[in-house]
């Protein structure tokens, strides 16, 4: 009987806080742009997510929970990482090529060595997958994903290629995926005279990439049921330009029945029916969630699979988005690009039958770089040098046993240089960094101020001293100098 008791422990021990003996599966969902009030969890009226309200009915939404940075390549790059933006690798949307084809180059690549989620989780036995965005590096560099620890990569490895659903390819394990679509150029602009039927159809397809990388996504999940597997599936919806199967925009037209076209003179391709076709993503997106649900219960791998949706950053602002007709950030400051609410709050769910209590909404502040070290509490994964702060026994409706944190550290170096800390209920921002290396601190308690509209700096000069004492400590000099915008000199 010691020896049972003695393996049971060692069981528990390497399985985290988890009582089954076996590990379970990981499947992470991540759209692109999705605003923290998109979708019926969180408030959203207009459009319809059935799949997504069942799955935090059946599961947990967090309130408080934030991207790592308000635009793709670098929240993409921390959520892997596990590093916060004053220490990864990438911090911008930095570009390598152009939008044709033959120009296709991909952004700044992750170095060579870097240790990612993938890396963590395949040492402790899984089979590692991503279907979708990828953003950090095209097959060619040292950002291959197939080089950062996923066994199988299939989808956009250019996140400018991603601009169109319908591509004429997508990568395959770093092998060109052709799809049945011709080459066309999205960022064009239409004279009224030119607003026909007929311009309006040259920037539809007849595949379109979202179907390929779910079909390569439920074909990954069939492949590995034996397990445990990641799978990662960084959808590009709702990311414009605005295109969507012509079936959900039909459905949306009778609910925007005399809205006007949009031309593209805000970037991206022109839409006869932009708002029916931006509820229309967000409703093809849940649609593919739950057709990834429906293969898992299909499978017998419902109970033993946890399933987590979030966004990489707020909504936008351009393309012919009206983040004020869906109410977007559910009233909260800011945009993508911005470090305020409205462009790092961002929904998460997360669902695990008889794991994960149903029906539950916490409170707790989070940040998508604690997700290394929550998977790493749950597998029994070695972190490395993370900056997260695992948010586990909150998902496992054990809140009496969370790990408390000091702090969260957001740092964007585009839009004019921008910092924001979260102190408990404080939040710390400064933005205009670039020109201004000694602006100062606006200051706000999200308990009372969630919408951020009274800067109470002056009020509380302890709290404007920790944040200088934080920013002095968590900052390290970018590799680049566009992204330096913080230190006076960098070194020599």
């Avoid at 102190?423 to 951020?452: A, C, H, M, T, Y």
């Amino acid at each position: 009987m010691q020896k049972i008791a003695i393996f049971m422990a060692v069981l528990l021990l390497l399985g985290g806080m988890l009582t089954a003996q076996e590990k379970p599966n990981i499947i992470y969902i991540y759209a692109d742009d999705l605003g923290y009030g998109e979708l019926g969890p969180y408030g959203q009226k207009i459009i319809k997510t059935p799949h997504l309200d069942k799955m935090a009915k059946e599961g947990i939404k967090f309130t408080q929970h934030y991207t790592s940075t308000p635009v793709c390549a670098p929240a993409r790059a921390m959520l892997l990482t596990g590093k916060h933006g004053g220490h990864s690798y990438i911090r911008g949307n930095y570009e390598m090529g152009g939008f044709k084809d033959e120009e296709e180059g991909g952004q700044m690549p992750l170095p060579e060595g870097t240790y990612t989620l993938a890396h963590m989780l395949k040492n402790v036995g899984y089979t590692t997958g991503v279907t979708g965005k990828w953003g950090l590096g095209m097959h060619f560099t040292s950002g291959n994903p197939n080089k950062h620890g996923f066994d199988y990569a299939y989808g956009y490895l250019d996140q400018k290629q991603a601009h169109n659903y319908y591509p004429t390819h997508l990568w395959e394990n770093g092998k060109w995926d052709s799809l049945d679509n011709k080459a066309m150029n999205v960022h064009v602009r239409l004279q009224h005279n030119e607003a026909t039927d007929a311009a309006f159809n040259q920037f539809k397809g007849r595949e379109n990439a979202i179907d390929k990388i779910t079909e390569k996504a439920l074909a990954f999940i069939k492949d590995n049921k034996d397990g445990p597997f990641f799978l990662y599936v960084p959808y590009t919806l709702p990311h414009v330009g605005l295109q969507a199967p012509d079936r959900w925009i039909d459905h949306y037209r009778a609910v925007f029945k005399d809205e006007k076209p949009y031309l593209g003179t805000q970037g991206y391709n022109p839409q006869k029916y932009p708002l029916a076709t931006y509820a229309a993503m967000i409703s093809y997106l849940d649609e593919q969630v739950g057709l990834l649900l429906q293969q898992l219960a299909q499978l017998g791998l419902d109970k033993n699979t946890i399933v987590m949706f979030s966004s990489d950053n707020g909504p936008t602002f351009n393309g012919g988005v009206r983040a004020d007709v869906f109410e977007s950030t559910a009233g909260y400051r800011g945009l993508k690009m911005d470090v305020f609410e409205g462009g790092i709050r961002v929904p998460f769910i997360a669902r695990w039958p008889q794991h994960i209590p149903a029906g539950q909404a916490s409170e707790l502040p989070s940040v998508q770089y604690d997700l290394m070290a929550t998977l790493a509490e749950l597998t029994g994964g070695k972190i490395n040098q993370t900056d997260g702060t695992s948010f586990l026994p909150t998902l496992l409706g054990k809140p009496g046993e969370q790990h408390a944190r000091e702090f969260m550290y957001f740092e964007y170096p585009e839009k004019g240089g921008q910092i924001a800390i979260r102190i408990q209920d404080w939040k710390g921002v400064k933005i205009g960094v670039k020109q201004n290396k000694g602006v100062p601190w606006q200051l706000f308690n999200l308990r009372s101020d969630p919408k951020e509209s009274q800067n109470v700096a002056k009020q509380h000069p302890e709290i404007i001293q920790q944040l200088d004492t934080i920013l002095a400590r968590e900052h390290q000099n970018a590799h680049i100098k566009e992204w330096e915008f913080i230190n006076n000199k960098l070194p020599e």
